[in-house]
């Protein structure tokens, strides 16, 4: 027997209902205000789109107030303005020439850890489509991911699927994968973090703005039908904490199907191009919930749905599902009325399906029917914008003092004829490994406008492919740090990518953050976020960048163990000309080995401590963000100079892993003396080699000329030089304390994600 039909003027007449609000996730304060709200309890389709609309992941409840001051920082800087920011479906920042960047990063780390294929795969395509929201044809992709211990059973279970689903879809999408990061952390082990990050490329007058304006506009919903699948799925899988008991809830993970999105993704473009739309809303996280309701309240404020016109591939669903189902591959235009016909034919042209659903009107209610019932009756405000706003309760963590007293000077220091092993001890750790394993299975070069990838500092994708113009990005945070001190972890995980960005030769113009965080019903956790949202908008003021958009992800924890506080964070720059941008890497022997920056007795929270001595405690590195800045300068004006001939950052394991890296890279070797940084920064060779100190980067020049250049830009910048030795041979040889072949450091370097995964897996071109 079918469940009788629950109207709004059923709703009214039956006021004591008991009706399933808490098994949505919503609090019993929240459920009275609904109440409140429409001065009567909610039919049950009502409740569906509150439930989802006022989850933790839609809404930012426990974070908007700390959120806030983001809004403070300016749009408009001497190095580029935002065209669109917080609150659109993504930041969109000019990048010169006419063109313009959108970009951002999100999260689906529950979903990931329930269903790895699909969660992964559909967190690629829900970002994707934030990004074809804004008129902008995506042009690259980028994955930060976190997993357990490496050589934990169920890491085996997790990262071979997330690692799928990303080069599943985005590879089926067209779209390169240009960066991210993997790292291995047991804090993560019931919680992955999978972020995807996605840029698109677009003209000025091709901006568009999700919004429903123009009474009697018509709304269309167009692209997947829709299924059960993804039920609830923000509600129930992101906002909340999982039980010890593992993975479940597999109906609450979208499904996706990157070969209707590519499709999708060309009929959007041609819609802009024929100036056929007046907003556009994509739907994810929430669906049709999501879409009727933002697109309503940020027009004119009304619409009006029939729902039973949704096109659906489960003809069983309830009005409710189909208003909570998150089916992928599904967007919503709104459109003047004589051009309807227009739209249509470009969706029938690319075998879109496409249905109007309603139109715009000026009632300030989003009215929805069932078959000519009224089952949805409310402000679109109070379900899209007006959700509830917790200032949570928040307390600095009464274990911090002593994890900060806890520093790695305690650890024993290897004596100088056992640094060789000790660096290939870190080339064969998790963190530091060679990770082909993972990025040979993404192209990163399909549509040709690759310039740098995977393993380079930032991923470099060309814009304009007559004038060279392109951008360069760059993920990365190391949770330790957020662990330590979530202000300072929230800083240098800016300043990395920051420095990242710079290395390559783009100057940095904007942030996007993916805020990755435990229960916000944790006080200390509050703390640890106020913190880093802090962190991030000091940075930010004074680097002169603003944040153009981003996520949070809360509930990132098993029990009561939160994951240590991850705060990602991209940095994007901008090159006139990335032929001209600067990989890693010693290319050619006789170049002269350069070093930037200060080095000094930094290794708490690094990854010698952590990898080889399974130590976190004590203080993490200085952030000296005007240093940051400084260098930043010398090596965009070295690169567009064409003075430098590589350029890497020093962060995780240090000169050493740095200098490994670079030598492994081409196999060019090199002859290195550290008595220009020991003697100078008054710091052991040890350190010297194993330190984490920021602001620092080598560098390589061809001769003598060049290095004068850099000495000179460095001197204009107040930043130290030291000249480090040359490129030559096969073997990387630090005198005084190791002499190690590029064979033997590939060799340890290659051998881990193997040892765990099995064989490397290659895609097919």
């Known amino acids: 027997m079918s469940t009788p039909l629950d109207t709004v003027s059923n709703a009214e007449q039956t006021p004591e209902v ?136 169920d890491t085996a279970r997790v990262l071979p699927g997330v690692v799928s689903g990303v080069g599943g879809y985005g590879n089926s999408l067209g779209l390169p994968n240009i960066g991210g990061e993997v790292v291995f952390d047991s804090c993560y082990q019931g919680n992955p973090l999978v972020n995807a990050l996605c840029v698109g490329a677009l003209r000025h007058e091709d901006l568009h703005l999700a919004k429903a304006s123009g009474t009697g506009n018509k709304v269309i919903l167009f692209g997947a039908k829709t299924g059960g699948d993804g039920i609830g799925g923000v509600s129930v899988l992101a906002s909340e904490t999982f039980d010890e008991g593992g993975p479940t809830k597999r109906p609450a993970v979208q499904v996706g199907d990157p070969f209707a999105e590519k499709v999708l993704i060309e009929c959007c473009l041609e819609l802009y191009r024929a100036g056929v739309v007046e907003g556009i809303q994509d739907l994810g996280g929430a669906g049709l919930s999501c879409a009727t309701s933002e697109l309503a309240s940020a027009g ?67 009215i929805i029917t069932w078959h000519g019932e009224v089952i949805v009756d409310v402000p679109p405000r ?53 990770k082909t394993w993972i ?86 956790v509050m703390w640890q976020f106020q913190q880093a949202v802090q962190g991030l908008f000091d940075a930010c003021l004074e680097l002169g960048i603003p944040v153009t958009g981003g996520n949070v992800s809360f509930y990132n924890q098993t029990g009561d163990v939160a994951i240590h506080p991850t705060p990602v964070v991209g940095v994007l720059g901008v090159l006139d000309d990335v032929t001209k941008g600067v990989g890693a890497g010693f290319a050619a022997p006789g170049d002269i080995v350069v070093a930037l920056g200060v080095t000094r007795d930094e290794l708490d929270g690094g990854e010698w401590a952590h990898a080889l001595h399974g130590h976190l405690g004590g203080r993490p590195p200085v952030v000296d963000l005007a240093a940051e800045k400084a260098l930043a300068d010398v090596l965009v004006a070295a690169v567009r100079g064409g003075s430098i001939t590589s350029a890497h950052d020093l962060s995780d394991g240090g ?47 061809a001769g003598e000329e060049q290095l004068a250049r850099i000495v000179s830009l460095a001197a204009e910048h107040g930043v130290e030089v030291a000249r480090l030795g040359k490129t030559d041979g096969d073997r990387l040889v630090v005198k005084g304390a190791f002499d190690l072949g590029v064979e033997e450091m590939r060799s340890a370097h290659r051998a881990t994600m193997a040892r765990y995964f099995g064989e490397t897996v290659t895609i097919t071109a």
């Open 300 to 366: 004119d404020g009304g619409m009006q749905i029939e729902l039973d016109r949704v096109p659906l591939r489960d003809s069983t669903l309830r009005a409710e599902e189909i208003l909570m189902s998150e089916s992928q591959e599904r967007m919503m235009a709104v459109v003047t009325p004589e051009k309807v016909d227009a739209f249509l034919a470009i969706t029938d042209k690319w075998d879109v399906e496409a249905t109007v659903l309603g139109e715009v009107t000026d009632s300030g209610r989003l």
């Open 439 to 524: 990025t040979n299975q993404y192209d990163r070069y399909v549509l040709g406008n690759t310039a740098q990838a995977m393993p380079a500092d930032a991923g470099i994708v060309r814009i304009d492919p007559d004038t060279g113009l392109g951008v360069a990005v760059s993920t990365d945070c190391n949770g330790r740090f957020g662990r330590l001190d979530p202000y300072a972890g929230a800083q240098l995980a800016l300043a990395e990518s920051y420095r990242n960005v710079a290395t390559s030769g783009a100057l940095p113009l904007a942030i996007t953050d993916c805020l990755n965080f435990g229960s916000p019903e944790d006080p200390a």
């Open 655 to 701: 000169l050493a892993i740095a200098l490994a890296e670079s030598v492994m890279r081409y196999g060019v070797g090199a002859s290195i003396d550290l008595a220009p940084l020991t003697g100078r920064d008054e710091v052991d060779t040890f350190t010297a080699l194993f330190s984490e100190s920021t602001a620092r980067a080598i560098v390589t020049v």
């Open 382 to 434: 109070s379900v899209a914008h007006d959700g509830p706003v917790y200032e949570r309760p928040i307390a600095r963590p009464d274990w911090i003092d002593a994890v900060q007293a806890d520093t790695s000077a305690s650890l024993p220091r290897p004596a100088d004829d056992e640094l060789g092993q000790v660096v290939l001890d870190l080339l064969a750790s998790p963190n530091l490994c060679d």
């Open 18 to 153: 008991d009706q399933p609000w808490a098994d949505l996730g919503l609090k019993d304060d929240e459920y009275a205000r609904i109440r409140e709200i429409l001065g009567r309890r909610p039919t049950i389709a009502e409740l569906a789109m509150y439930s989802v609309m006022w989850s933790e992941h839609c809404s930012y409840k426990s974070s908007k107030v700390h959120l806030k001051t983001f809004g403070d920082l300016p749009d408009e800087t001497p190095l580029g303005k935002t065209l669109a920011g917080i609150g659109e479906n993504a930041g969109v920042i000019d990048v010169g020439q006419g063109w313009a960047v959108t970009f951002k990063v999100e999260s689906h780390n529950h979903p990931s850890y329930v269903e790895p294929y699909q969660g992964a795969a559909t967190g690629v395509g829900g970002i994707v489509r934030d990004i074809m929201a804004m008129g902008a044809r995506p042009i690259a992709v980028m994955d930060p991911l976190r997993f357990g211990a490496i050589d934990h059973p």
